[in-house]
């Protein structure tokens, strides 16, 4: 079946292919607070949501949100879809929950959770470190 210019084949071939670790925007921020001296953990299995970057010591996991997969201005951005539509509204959605439940979940057993946009990070890089640096350097040990 085709859609558009594209074969299910190959879509199925490129969503396959979107890195679900070491992204772009995870990759700047994990450098930036690299350089400023902030050791931190990539990825940990074992932790609720396996966030992108944790401080385990301090109980901060941090979170490097796209904004398609997560749902970014979802009320107005849904609308976009214009086909797969009972596909990805659901998918969509159940992510959003899911960051939701995650959130509660950490929160619950003592962790900080930040989270942040790709675009923001890729936009405010700087920032986004700050906040972390400032979470990190002020909590007690």
């Not at 010591?57 to 849904?78: L, M, P, Q, T």
């Not at 086909?83 to 439940?101: A, G, L, V, Y």
Request: charged share 35%.
């Amino acid at each position: 079946m085709v859609l558009g210019k594209k074969t299910l084949e190959q879509i199925a071939k490129n969503m396959k292919a979107v890195k679900n670790k070491g992204s772009k925007i995870e990759v700047m921020l994990m450098k930036e607070l690299w350089s400023r001296g902030l050791r931190y953990r990539k990825n940990v299995n074992s932790i609720c949501g396996k966030p992108d970057i944790v401080f385990i010591g301090k109980k901060i996991a941090v979170f490097c949100d796209s904004e398609f997969w997560h749902g970014y201005n979802w009320e107005k951005r849904k609308h976009d879809f214009k086909s797969h539509q009972e596909f990805w509204i659901p998918k969509i959605e159940r992510n959003i929950e899911r960051d939701q439940e995650v959130n509660a979940e950490l929160k619950k057993q003592g962790w900080i959770v930040l989270r942040f946009w790709g675009n923001d990070i890729k936009k405010h890089l700087l920032e986004c470190a700050d906040r972390i640096e400032q979470v990190v350097r002020g909590v007690n040990q």
